[in-house]
């Protein structure tokens, strides 16, 4: 399975909400953790902390996918909005400065 089409990432959101599916959940990961890693990157974020920016989202969304409202978003918006979410938090706590994140690299 290497894509997730519309309807099939609802479902699987829907699934990991109701019956909390590591299955589903997978699937999910396998198809957004490299694109939350990819926009991460093109932000000229590390690769490390990319890749953990991408679990940390994914994490967000096992843990809120009871919150989605199918009729608010794609699941694709709720994701990236969770990233986005993420990325601000990511930034704040470990770089309380206001410093550009990376900087001195």
């Given at each position: 399975?290497?894509?997730?089409?519309?309807?099939?990432?609802?479902?699987?959101?829907?699934?990991?909400?109701?019956?909390?599916?590591?299955q589903a959940c997978s699937a999910l990961f396998t198809y957004f953790a490299p694109r939350l890693k990819g926009i991460a990157l093109k932000r000229d974020i590390l690769v490390a902390a990319a890749e953990e920016l991408a679990r940390e989202t994914m994490l967000a969304v096992w843990c809120k996918a009871d919150t989605f409202v199918r009729n608010r978003a794609s699941v694709s918006t709720w994701v990236f909005h969770h990233r986005s979410q993420q990325a601000h938090r990511s930034v704040s706590t470990r770089n309380p400065s206001g410093s550009r994140a990376g900087a001195g690299r």
């Open positions: 399975m290497n894509f997730v089409n519309s309807s099939f990432d609802l479902r699987l959101v829907e699934v990991v909400a109701l019956r909390r599916d590591r």
